[in-house]
Each structure stands twice: as structure tokens, then as C-alpha cells.
T-cell receptor, first 116, second 114 residues
């Protein structure tokens, strides 16, 4: 079982540049989540997809952030233009959503973003 | 919406000491409860979970948690910690059958001194 796969693991970019983070969920999972982790705010849910459809994007901080899920095995989180305050660890996570009793959410190893 | 409270954000203790981390949630319905652990520089890993059944849940690495419905609590415990338990611990809750989104607490930073 490969787990949730994220890339890049680390990225350092200059302010104003576009950043694209990628995620491959666990095969067969139909829910995908993007979280952001910072010292100040802890873990924040940015956006949640179910069956490739965005369900809740209320956590996306502003229009500079966008996320897509073109198919069941791939999602991107894009920041354009990036700003230093976007520096954080971005986690992708996935789960099954068909079990009414509950589901475990599995996390990727994160993308460590630094915007200078 | 669910919310999760974790107290004592920073905990420092010696090896072999007992650990208990408190977690309280605010949600009136049936919930699923989780504890995740994040070792330094790593991603979140599931420590244990409660969906239904026995309210005392055993997890990996000697951790356990007890769901007390009347207190809206899901406290994490380990009778004797090791240096390798140094990590950040997150309590999380979601509602089964809902949109599956997890609400996380702020986390407990635990440092175990050898």
C-alpha cells in the first residue's frame, strides 16, 4: 500500500511565483482533503473533494489559492501569486466516504513550502 | 460544527512517567474520534480511533483512549512513556455519515526527557 503521495516534499520559491502542489490519494479512496499546518494556526482544512467534486472550499484563504481534482487519482493545490505568509506544510489526505459508520483519514508526508 | 479542545499545549515529562492528554469536543450527535501523532518532521499518523463499541480503545505503541460520552471527552493515556514518544498529538472528531471532514484540536507538544 503506497499511501498518500505528495510532491514536491520541499519547495522554496520567491514571492510572486506560482506554486503547484500535487497529491495522489490512496487507490480506491474517494474523498480527498488539503490541509495547511502552521505554528500559529495549527491544522486548517483548506478544501475537501468527494468523488472528484469540491464539496467544501470554505477554508481556502483567498482567491490566490485554487485546487482541482481532474480524476480519482490526482489533485493539485495551486497558489498564484505566492506570498511569504503562505509558508507552511501542506498535507493531502484521503479516505473512503461510503462507510456510514465512519472512516479513517490517511495523511501524506506533506509538502514543506517556503516563500521568500 | 464540531470543535475540539486540547489543553496543556506543551507537556514535558521524564521517561517512564505516565501521560494523559485531554480532549473535549462540542457536538451533540454521534461522533467518530481520533488521535493522530506527528513525530518531528513527519506527517500525521493514526494512533487510535473510536467509532462505536467498547469506549476504551487500544492503539499502537501502548497508547489507549477512553470515550466518555457524558463528558464529551476522549482522553489519551500511556502508562509509561519513552523518549521516542516525543511528538505532537492531535485529537480530531468527525460526524459519521456527514461530509467526513475532520475537526482538529490545536495539538499537544509532548517532550519526553531521557
Amino acid at each position: 500500500d503506497a499511501g498518500v503521495i505528495q510532491s514536491p516534499r520541499h519547495e522554496v520559491t520567491e514571492m510572486g511565483q506560482e506554486v503547484t502542489l500535487r497529491c495522489k490519494p490512496i487507490s480506491g479512496h474517494n474523498s480527498l482533503f488539503w490541509y495547511r499546518q502552521t505554528m500559529m494556526r495549527g491544522l486548517e482544512l483548506l478544501i475537501y473533494f468527494n468523488n472528484n467534486v469540491p464539496i467544501d472550499d470554505s477554508g481556502m484563504p483567498e482567491d490566490r489559492f485554487s485546487a482541482k481534482m481532474p480524476n480519482a487519482s490526482f489533485s493539485t493545490l495551486k497558489i498564484q501569486p505566492s506570498e511569504p505568509r503562505d509558508s507552511a506544510v501542506y498535507f493531502c489526505a484521503s479516505s473512503l466516504s461510503l462507510n456510514p459508520s465512519g472512516n479513517t483519514i490517511y495523511f501524506g508526508e506533506g509538502s514543506w513550502l517556503t516563500v521568500v | 460544527a464540531q470543535s475540539v479542545s486540547q489543553h496543556n499545549h506543551h507537556v514535558i515529562l521524564s521517561e517512564a512517567a505516565s501521560l494523559e492528554l485531554g480532549c473535549n469536543y462540542s457536538y451533540g450527535g454521534t461522533v467518530n474520534l481520533f488521535w493522530y501523532v506527528q513525530y518531528p518532521g513527519q506527517h500525521l499518523q493514526l494512533l487510535l480511533k473510536y467509532f462505536s463499541g467498547d469506549p476504551l480503545v487500544k492503539g499502537i505503541k501502548g497508547f489507549e483512549a477512553e470515550f466518555i460520552k457524558s463528558k464529551f471527552s476522549f482522553n489519551l493515556r500511556k502508562p509509561s512513556v519513552q523518549w521516542s514518544d516525543t511528538a505532537e498529538y492531535f485529537c480530531a472528531v468527525n460526524a459519521p455519515g456527514g461530509n467526513n471532514r475532520l475537526a482538529f484540536g490545536k495539538g499537544n507538544q509532548v517532550v519526553v526527557i531521557p
